[in-house]
């Protein structure tokens, strides 16, 4: 199943994807329900927005199953599908596919190519010695948007740089998951690119020390934006294996980045597992696993106005947003 979320008359509706076609997924259950197409013990306004099916649990989640199964199968009545048709997935103004997401969490160095490509080989040995991954936060407020957004460079902006990534969507609350039992809290997964600031510094300084870097870097990816996340998630029993996906990143039509997701150091699992253990993970929390290798720094190019940007894999879509400089 896949779910789309959007914006109509100022509110956050869910979307149901089929064929690159949108539906209204509380409308389209409504329907069903009133027609006895189904039943569920929950309402269809259970299904207005990605909040109220998590709120709602897994009941929800199973009549929005149930739909799916109607609409992929090709058993949709027409009545329903006319009140419930939002149109062509390139027509429907998308939002970040988590668009209320409390935490966002992002890897650094889960990837061996993209740390040697770094310049940071001896770190990955080191890494590989270690037992915890690497992680860091973006404020999912003010970083996700959807697909079709633009990425803004920003005024103060110098090299930013793109970063294709698989997201993990939570879709129960835990803390402390076991490693065994982590896959069962997902939702589902999507795109996320990690866009990021190579050369930012708030201001100029006489001497620089390795956490003034630290914290350059880390500052770098929190310009408003710099999470494009979508075009939709994809719900596990779509995608079972998150470890054989290939993702692929192009700049105006040229190839930039192109690994599988089987080259993690860190699988989901671990991820999961570990993040769990400090912070409680929340339904629409969002985890991206890292970029593998390809991105601008170690090429010397950087985007501009102008350029677009589409991420993608199969079975996950495209990730597409157009590259503008911030209004003076």
Request: aromatic share 8%.
């Amino acid at each position: 199943m896949k779910l789309a979320s959007y914006c109509r008359d100022g509110l956050v509706e869910l979307g149901l994807v089929a064929q690159d076609e949108v539906f209204n997924l509380r409308l389209l259950a409504g329907h069903l329900l009133k027609e006895g197409c189904l039943t569920a013990q929950v309402a269809s306004d259970d299904l207005a927005s990605l909040d109220c099916m998590l709120a709602a649990g897994h009941p929800a989640l199973s009549l929005a199953l149930a739909c799916n199964e109607f609409l992929v199968g090709g058993q949709l009545p027409q009545a329903a599908r006319d009140a419930s048709y939002l149109g062509a997935l390139s027509e429907v103004s998308l939002l970040a596919a988590s668009p209320r997401a409390r935490k966002l969490f992002c890897l650094a160095g889960n990837y061996e190519e993209h740390i040697r490509e770094s310049r940071r080989a001896k770190e990955w040995i080191d890494l590989r010695q270690q037992k915890t991954p690497r992680v860091f936060m973006k404020p999912p407020t003010t970083t996700l948007v959807g697909s079709g957004a633009p990425i803004v460079l920003p005024r103060v902006g110098h090299q930013i740089d793109w970063e294709v990534e698989l997201a993990v969507v939570m879709g129960r609350q835990g803390k402390y998951i076991p490693r065994e039992q982590a896959l069962q809290f997902v939702l589902g997964y999507c795109l996320l690119n990690d866009v990021s600031e190579r050369a930012f510094q708030v201001r100029e300084r006489g001497e620089t020390s390795e956490w003034d870097r630290f914290f350059d870097w880390l500052n770098g990816k929190w310009f408003d934006g710099f999470a494009p996340l979508g075009p939709y998630i994809v719900t596990r029993d779509e995608l079972a294996d998150p470890h054989s996906v290939p993702l692929r990143l192009q700049v105006n039509g040229e190839t930039m980045q192109s690994a599988s997701t089987a080259d993690m150091i860190f699988d989901v699992q671990d991820i999961i597992a570990f993040i769990s253990t400090f912070v409680t993970l929340q339904p629409g929390d969002v985890i991206a696993t890292g970029t593998p290798s390809g991105v601008g720094m170690a090429r010397g190019i950087f985007l501009k106005p102008g350029d677009l940007v589409i991420a993608s894999a199969d079975g996950l879509g495209q990730l597409v947003n157009p590259v503008e400089a911030e209004a003076a």
